[in-house]
């Protein structure tokens, strides 16, 4: 029979555990982009199945009990609040886990360098293009990799609404090549 000590002990391990595989997927993550994030393909969802597999034992080890799986998730869902809590009152940081917006386009010209850093190719940034609804690059406006993964396409005529105006509004400052 286990005692109180023990049973805290082996749930503390498995907290510990799941902890530790929580912050080694975000830094994962970040080191291997945020394009991954929004734009799954069927090789990367099942990566991501196989992922989540693979560290299942790492986190709960043999303990395949309710409540070990319990502990695990426990420990998942409250490092992920305290963790978004730590980014929104530390922006610095922010920036630096999650990064910063990425211009693609910028008045209708593509930003070859913004594409090659994030390891988009100009087949998948014009599929983006038509899907939010235009026929050529050069109708869009403003482009962006947003920090979680989705480009976000701005178009319309000039007279309508002004580019400066939406550069601004995003705080792109020193980030858009011409």
Do not use: C, W
Request: hydrophobic share 50%; aromatic share 6%.
């Amino acid at each position: 029979m286990l005692d109180i000590h023990e049973i805290f002990s082996e749930y503390g391990i498995i907290a510990l555990k799941s902890i530790t595989v929580y912050i080694f997927i975000v830094i994962a993550i970040r080191l291997f982009g945020k394009k991954e994030l929004a734009q799954l393909s069927v090789v990367d969802l099942v990566f991501i199945l196989l992922i989540s597999n693979s560290v299942q034992n790492a986190m709960v080890g043999n303990n395949t009990s309710l409540e070990g799986g319990l502990v695990a998730a426990l420990a998942l869902f409250s490092t992920n609040y305290m963790f978004k809590n730590f980014l929104l009152k530390n922006p610095r940081v922010s920036d630096f886990i999650q990064g910063k917006a990425i211009v693609l386009i910028y008045d209708g010209k593509v930003q070859n360098h913004s594409l090659q850093a994030t390891g988009i190719t100009l087949t998948e940034l014009e599929a983006v293009v038509r899907e939010h609804g235009l026929e050529e690059i050069e109708q869009v406006m403003l482009a962006m990799l947003e920090v979680d993964g989705n480009i976000s396409v701005v178009s319309g005529k000039p007279e309508n609404r002004s580019l400066h105006q939406i550069v601004n509004k995003h705080r792109l400052k020193g980030r858009v090549m011409k």
